[in-house]
């Protein structure tokens, strides 16, 4: 055996070598997709206080940077077709006449500091005004025009840190009755985010659907 050994000593030199080269390798790919999960862009939509129409919906920023709000589309889903509304501006300002309103009293539009949140309004006040907007007064889930009201799906698009390529995040709460009245049931159980390659592609699509 010792014989063997010495005689095939170069050759078992390098395998080891290379079973050494791989599982470094391995560990490297590992410590690779780790660092660069930590350092993905996550914005989480959710609904808070009750799971009602009343619920608010929060919008938190979990990423390890800051992020810049774009857009937030609240989208409808109808039995007929989908409307939507971009509600990134306030409807009104809540400035004093006379006075200069500051950008916060106008718009939601800016940054969010990492491991920060806020909340855009009720799930009502944010269905109500994307029917406002498009002249579609509703009532129990369905509007004047005989829609039928099946589900919200909000939108967030930003700028995460230095990138210049806009990121996205998107969930889908059904409408549905229950003993509580209208509820929110979310369709999945986590937020879908957009940060790769080729789903950025989608967020750019979502912004030009906005800016045509």
């Known amino acids: 055996m010792m014989d063997w050994v010495s005689q095939n000593s170069s050759a078992i030199t390098a395998l080891t070598s290379l079973c050494t080269l791989l599982v470094w390798l391995f560990y490297a790919q590992l410590l690779y997709l780790n660092f660069k999960r930590q350092r993905q862009p996550k914005i989480i939509i959710n609904r808070g206080f009750g799971r009602t129409l009343q619920a608010r919906c929060v919008i938190s920023n979990m990423s390890p940077e800051p992020i810049f709000i774009e857009h937030i589309i609240a ?3 109808t039995d007929q077709g989908a409307i939507s509304r971009d509600l990134i501006d306030f409807e009104e ?3 004093k006449e006379g006075e200069v309103s500051r950008l916060v009293e106008t718009t939601r539009q800016g940054p969010m500091l990492s491991g920060s949140y806020n909340h855009i309004g009720s799930f009502r006040d944010i269905i109500d005004r994307v029917l406002r907007f498009h002249g579609l007064p509703s009532e129990d889930f369905r509007t004047t025009d005989g829609r039928t009201l099946q589900a919200i799906e909000l939108r967030v698009i930003a700028v995460y840190g230095s990138e210049d390529s806009p990121v996205g995040a998107s969930r ?5 009755m229950s003993s509580e009245g209208e509820v929110l049931v979310p369709t999945r159980l986590d937020t879908r985010r957009y940060a790769s390659r080729p789903k950025r592609r989608v967020v750019r699509r979502w ?3 906005q800016n045509g």
Do not use: D, K, Q, W
């Open 93 to 95: 300002s809540t400035a």
């Open 75 to 77: 989208i409808l889903h």
């Open 207 to 209: 912004m030009r659907e």
């Open 172 to 176: 889908t709460f059904a409408l549905t």
